[in-house]
């Protein structure tokens, strides 16, 4: 089964913060965030392995409670380049992969 | 390293026409994925490969798609008969495993836009 992200889609002014929550119905061992942008292929961002795991980039972190088969991605002080649509991707213990219907992100001046 | 390459990047075809895809993967890489994505079903995973063997084509929508990965190093996707409905962007992408055979970073393709008309 696809992870349910949440919201669907999210506008912001520069420099307000975004949270993107993934979830699933399956006991994950891994979540991988993506960053796609109009016309161009999803780009990795991170991985997250362990239960409560967080890790960051910039100013883009993210955290997995692996009890609660969720993740999050935070977007602390948002850019103008983080516009984009962002995917979950949820590793199930069986191995299998699904990705999230995605998060339209637009940042505005 | 190149990345994954696709070809080709733009397809057009007429209804009832076979269409080939194909991609190359990053050398060294394990894993294959091909996936479709569309503005109605977002990105949906059709088949992935794990050494070159089949592993989960659960998602590929019906007989008239198959997928091949003869070598490490090559793999196609193919539709017969093409269906207007077909018509989406076809990414592929390729990973590394870990240790315990799971998936890894998952790098994409810049994808295949097919239209079928």
């Known amino acids: 089964q696809q992870p349910v992200q949440s919201p669907q889609a999210v506008i912001l002014r520069e420099g307000e913060d975004a949270v993107i929550n993934c979830s699933s119905s399956?006991?994950?061992?891994?979540v991988h965030w993506y960053r796609q942008k109009h016309g161009e292929a999803p780009v990795f961002l991170m991985i997250?392995?362990?239960?409560?795991e967080q890790k960051g980039h910039e100013k883009i972190s993210a955290s997995f409670n692996e009890k609660k088969q969720q993740s999050s991605l935070y977007l602390t002080a948002s850019q103008l380049s983080y516009s984009g649509t962002y995917f979950c991707?949820?590793?199930?213990?069986?191995?299998?992969?699904?990705f999230g219907a995605g998060t339209r992100l637009t940042v505005k001046p | 390293d190149a990345g994954v390459i696709q070809s080709p990047r733009h397809e057009v075809t007429e209804m009832g026409q076979e269409v080939t895809l194909r991609c190359k993967p990053i050398s060294g890489h394990d894993y294959l994925f091909w996936y479709r994505q569309t503005m109605m079903r977002g990105l949906e995973l059709l088949i992935y490969f794990n050494n070159n063997v089949p592993i989960d084509d659960s998602g590929m929508p019906e007989d008239r798609f198959s997928a091949k990965m003869p070598n490490a190093s090559f793999s196609n996707l193919k539709i017969q008969p093409s269906e207007p409905r077909d018509s989406a962007v076809y990414f592929c992408?390729?990973?590394?495993?870990?240790?315990?055979?799971?998936?890894?970073?998952?790098?994409f393709g810049p994808g295949t836009r097919l239209t079928v008309l």
């Open positions: 399956k006991a994950l061992y891994s």
């Open positions: 997250l392995l362990k239960g409560g």
């Open positions: 992408a390729s990973s590394t495993q870990w240790g315990d055979s799971r998936i890894n970073t998952q790098y």
């Open positions: 991707g949820t590793v199930s213990r069986l191995g299998d992969m699904r």
